[in-house]
Every structure is written in C-alpha cells, then in structure tokens.
C-alpha cells in the first residue's frame, strides 16, 4: 500500500461523507479507515465506531471498482445508519446508494480465488439434515451453552434444536 493509494482512499470517503452530510443536514465526523478486513470481504461499516475497515489485498487487486463502489457503499452504511437507523442494507441504505447515484448492490464480484480464507465451518445435525454453521453462529451457540441458557437455534424446515457433531472445517 503506498501513500497515493491512501490518499485516493481517504479523498474518495471524505466525498462521500461530504455530500452525505450535505444532503441528510448529519451532524457527524470524517469516518476513519483502516485496513484491518481479512478473507473475502471487500469493505466493513462500523457504525457506531464510524470506522471503514477495507481489505487491502482485495483493494490492490481492484483499485478502481473499490474507489468508484466498495467505499462509498461503507459510507453508505455510515449515513443510512445515522439518518435512518438503518443497520445494513435496507432501504435506507438503499436510499443513500441511489442518492450517491450508484445501485444498491450488496454483495462485491470480486476474485477472491488468490485470497486466503481462514473460514471455519462448523457441522451441526438437526432431524432432518446436516447443516454448516458459521464461526459466529458457532461461538453464540457455545456461550449460551455455556451460560445454561441452550443452545437457542433450530432448523428452518424440521424445527428441531440443531445439535455440533464436533466436526469442523477451514475452507
């Protein structure tokens, strides 16, 4: 990363977060950035820290998608959240992104076949099937489980408690 790449960041969020201020009267500060985002996710909104964590290999691959659309869909979140309390891609974030005149596309297209995934699925088992679950849903399973409260989740379809096979996977 050199320091025009972080100058052409910061130039492309303080426009955003310039005409977000002007256009929704928001009494806020310049978010901040980092490059703290690993695997294969482009950018993250930290809403009520106002911080932009961007992944940096994903950026050096894809310079100019993220200057014209990732960082100004993270700002996006920034005042979606602040004007309309909206928490991710709602039609007040929805709203913002049509108002800095892009679509409202949630997800990237990036390739991340080069990126390194640490991800980690869990296997679970309910009545009906076996299901992968998230290292996030994982570590809440296991808290509550571990606070005697159950394990809180079942499946969709069957309805059953869904219960670790103690099997996992990094992909």
Not at 109 to 138: M, P
Request: proline fraction near 2%; charged fraction near 25%.
């Amino acid at each position: 990363m050199n320091s025009q790449d972080v100058s052409d960041i910061s130039e492309v969020i303080t426009r955003s977060f310039e005409e977000a201020k002007d256009r929704y009267n928001l009494d806020w500060q310049r978010p901040v950035f980092n490059f703290k985002l690993k695997g294969t996710t482009a950018g993250r909104a930290h809403l009520r820290d106002n911080v932009i964590s961007i992944n940096e290999g994903l950026y050096l691959r894809n310079k100019s998608e993220f200057l014209k659309q990732t960082l100004i869909h993270e700002v996006a979140h920034l005042a979606a959240f602040r004007q309309f309390s909206d928490r991710g891609h709602g039609n007040g974030w929805k709203r913002v992104m049509i108002d800095f005149g892009l679509q409202p596309t949630r997800c990237h297209s990036y390739d991340v076949s080069e990126v390194k995934s640490n991800t980690k699925k869990f296997y679970y088992t309910c009545g009906c099937s076996r299901l992968e679950i998230s290292t996030t849903i994982h570590n809440r399973i296991t808290q509550r489980l571990k606070m005697g409260q159950g394990a809180g989740y079942s499946c969709k379809k069957c309805r059953q408690p869904i219960k670790f096979t103690g099997i996992q996977k990094t992909a």
